[in-house]
């Protein structure tokens, strides 16, 4: 069973730059689709950003498109989401979420089956 842990989230100003991270353990993660998914107060998790096993394909929600960059490094076991001109409407809690690559990319929760806790990502304006 595969283990996601998040890092790399803080506390920046409007304008600034973050990446995230989420390494796996327990299992390699290179064989699997991964994304990013966030949680902002009082709102629902929403998707960010997928990108398939290999690094082949990627899909972003419209919010972020132009802004934030999802990559992977399978030979670290890990998957990044570089976040540029963060806006404080990115605030929110940042999930990774991983499910198994032949199954595709997937932009719903219920797509995936292994999820981190989560990094708090707050933009101050």
């Known amino acids: 069973q595969a283990q996601l842990e998040e890092s790399g989230g803080g506390l920046v100003q409007g304008g600034d730059s973050l990446r995230l991270s989420c390494t796996g353990s327990?299992?390699?993660?290179?064989?699997?689709?991964m994304a990013w998914f966030r949680q902002g107060p009082g709102k629902e998790r929403e998707f960010v950003a997928t990108?398939?096993?290999?690094?082949?394909?990627?899909l972003y929600a419209d919010s972020v498109k132009g802004r934030f960059t999802i990559s992977r490094d399978n030979a670290k076991n890990t998957m990044y989401l570089q976040m540029n001109n963060l806006k404080p409407e990115d605030t929110a809690v940042y999930y990774c979420?991983?499910?198994?690559?032949?199954?595709?990319?997937?932009?719903?929760?219920?797509?995936?089956?292994?999820w981190g806790q989560g990094t708090q990502v707050t933009v101050s304006s």
């Open positions: 990108i398939t096993w290999n690094g082949g394909g990627t």
């Open positions: 327990g299992r390699t993660v290179s064989t699997y689709a």
């Open positions: 979420a991983a499910r198994y690559g032949f199954l595709g990319m997937g932009l719903t929760e219920s797509e995936y089956r292994y």
